[in-house]
């Protein structure tokens, strides 16, 4: 088991500080594309990707697809198997620490086009925490100025996910606050140009076995078994204008962005919106559900669904039979265990409904694909 450092009461580590801005980074939905940048990252292939989004209950055209949403617990399972997968090779900390290099503000698109032209750095990052279904972050973010320093600090609450040991579950939270410290670190660094390096960085938890290894160097002391995550730059870095300030674009990719955290695709069919949520999520959401996702009446998406000529039901078992069919190609899920995740109450009443869609029981399936 992992040892964490205690956490100490806020007011109590930092009573001298004040609190210039602060928010959640993670959310309940986004769009896949900073999953898909954290495997290109870290070097995954096609072949793992694959299996590791059909694990998390999501098709192959997610690959190809930046902007298909992507549920909260979906997002942690993805990351959950790019931790298995780091850990046969090195410690998740030392690898997104090399990786480091290639991370920066254009990996988050017109979000980090609005960051770059803010006026300042504090108010890059209030826009960032203003749309973090833009960011690939997962904690929460919390920016202070102190007398001698401006201090980012970075705290998650341990996530609940089925089949999830306690270690497991340590291990995931690490790499969530190494991802958004390191991911924070070289964003900073892009929009401010000013080569300046920060103080010093801490972790809550041990230093890993492997941190000798690194590549290169941190650009500042790193800290291990500290009560929080946190990282420090001088104090005059936060309210000195950026060199690239430009209100005219803010303005342009703060609206821009503004319109993609609705949900991007306004211009999708009905169909292809509904088919996106029903993906979004395991089990997938009730008619009613998919509705509120849309912002319209239970009544209106059916009547609109059915101009388009299909229905809640028929993009339903559509869904639910690609998802069954990518189930039962990894051997390690049971029929039980897959009737659970596709959200049938029995095995019975899923084998039923699999039977109907291809013609052929699960087991039959499994054992001819």
Known sequence: MIIWAKPAQPDKMYPDSSIIASG??????????????QCALL?????????????????????????????????????MALVHT???????????????????????????????????????????????????????????RKPDATLFSFTMERPTL??????????????????????SLHNINDIVESGQQPLYITFPFPQPRDWSQLARNPPCPVHFLAPEASLAYPAAMDDKPLPRTNPLLY????????????MLGEELSLTERVTRWLWAYTPPPKRGEIANLLGMS??????????????YTQLLAKVQEKRAKNYLRSQGLSIAEISERLGYAQPAAF???????????????????
Not at 298 to 311: A, C, D, P, V
């Open 24 to 37: 959640n980074l993670a959310t309940t939905r986004r769009t896949i594309m900073g999953v898909l940048g």
């Open 86 to 144: 780091l850990g046969d090779i090195q410690s998740p900390a030392l690898r997104l620490f090399n990786a480091r290099e290639k991370m920066g503000i254009d990996n988050l698109g017109v979000l980090g086009m609005a960051m770059r032209h803010a006026a300042n750095a504090i108010d890059a990052l209030k826009i960032c925490l203003t749309y973090p279904q833009l960011t690939w972050g997962h904690s929460r973010m919390i920016v202070r």
């Open 251 to 262: 303005r342009s990719y703060e609206s821009i962005a503004k319109q993609l955290s609705h």
């Open 351 to 369: 084998s039923r409904a699999f039977t109907n869609w291809t013609g052929a029981s699960p087991l039959k399936w499994r054992q001819g694909s």
């Open 43 to 79: 070097e995954i292939s096609r072949g793992t990707m694959r299996r590791i989004f059909a694990g998390a209950g999501l098709p192959d055209r997610a690959l190809e697809e930046p902007d298909f949403p992507i549920s909260l617990d979906q997002e942690l399972v993805v990351c």
């Open 162 to 183: 089925r089949g999830i040991s306690g270690d497991d579950t340590d291990k995931l939270v690490q790499y969530c606050l190494v991802l958004d410290l390191v991911t």
């Open 298 to 311: 239970e009544r209106n998406m059916t009547r609109k669904l059915g101009n388009e000529g299909t229905s």
